[in-house]
T-cell receptor, first 115, second 113 residues
Framework: NAGVTQTPKFQVLKTGQSMTLQCAQDMNHEYMSWYRQDPGMGLRLIHY???????DQGEVPNGYNVSRSTTEDFPLRLLSAAPSQTSVYFC??????????????FGSGTRLTVV | AQSVTQLGSHVSVSEGALVLLRCNYSSSVPPYLFWYVQYPNQGLQLLLKYTSAATLVKGINGFEAEFKKSETSFHLTKPSAHMSDAAEYFC???????????FGSGTKLNVKP
């Protein structure tokens, strides 16, 4: 049981480059989210999805784009990387008819550095 | 708006001592509450959760937390710290039939030999 798989684990980008962080889950969870983690700020929600074809913005969506074409995959796109996007990115998913009742399952993270 | 406050970004205890990590929440309705643990260079792992059953919740690795509605608190405790407990701990809240989770800023626990 793989759970939530994120790739790559590490990435260095130059300012202005674009890239996609991949996230896949094999638990048939409807709800998926992307968070960024920065020192002293906890986890901040970037975008989330309540099912295939449905996405919405979180607290810090600027500079990021998402889509959800399948239940399993929820990629996060950086449109034009900036040093302020240097962070650790976590993908998480949760299932059930009452998702707030359950805790998220987290991926192992992608450590992104923008130079 | 919902918020989660963790008092103390760093907590240091001696091995064998009591661990107490504080979490307070603000919510207009009764929430669901969670504690997560993050070991270095890893993702977050669910430690325990409160979902309106017993107010004292037991989790993995000997941790427990008590929901106190009157104090809007959900503090995490462990009677005797082990070196392996050194990690960062996050408190989180979600609401009934709502899929967003709100996280506190985290508390790093250091365990001294």
């Amino acid at each position: 049981n793989a759970g939530v798989t994120q790739t790559p684990k590490f990435q260095v980008l130059k300012t202005g480059q674009s890239m996609t962080l991949q996230c896949a889950q094999d638990m048939n969870h409807e709800y998926m989210s992307w968070y960024r983690q920065d020192p002293g700020m906890g986890l901040r929600l970037i975008h989330y999805s309540v099912g295939a074809g449905i996405t919405d913005q979180g607290e810090v969506p600027n500079g990021y784009n998402v889509s959800r074409s399948t239940t399993e995959d929820f990629p996060l796109r950086l449109l034009s990387a900036a040093p302020s996007q240097t962070s650790v990115y976590f993908c998480a998913s949760v299932g059930g008819s009452e998702p707030g009742l359950y805790g998220y399952t987290f991926g192992s993270g992608t450590r992104l550095t923008v130079v | 708006a919902q918020s989660v406050t963790q008092l103390g970004s760093h907590v240091s205890v001696s091995e064998g001592a009591l661990v107490l990590l504080r979490c307070n929440y603000s919510s207009s309705v009764p929430p669901y509450l969670f504690w997560y643990v993050q070991y270095p260079n890893q993702g977050l792992q669910l430690l325990l959760k409160y979902t309106s059953a017993a107010t004292l919740v037991k989790g993995i690795n000997g941790f427990e937390a008590e929901f106190k509605k009157s104090e809007t608190s959900f503090h995490l405790t462990k009677p005797s710290a082990h070196m392996s407990d050194a990690a960062e701990y996050f408190c989180a809240v979600s609401l009934y039939n709502f899929n967003k989770f709100y996280f506190g800023s985290g508390t790093k626990l250091n365990v001294k030999p």
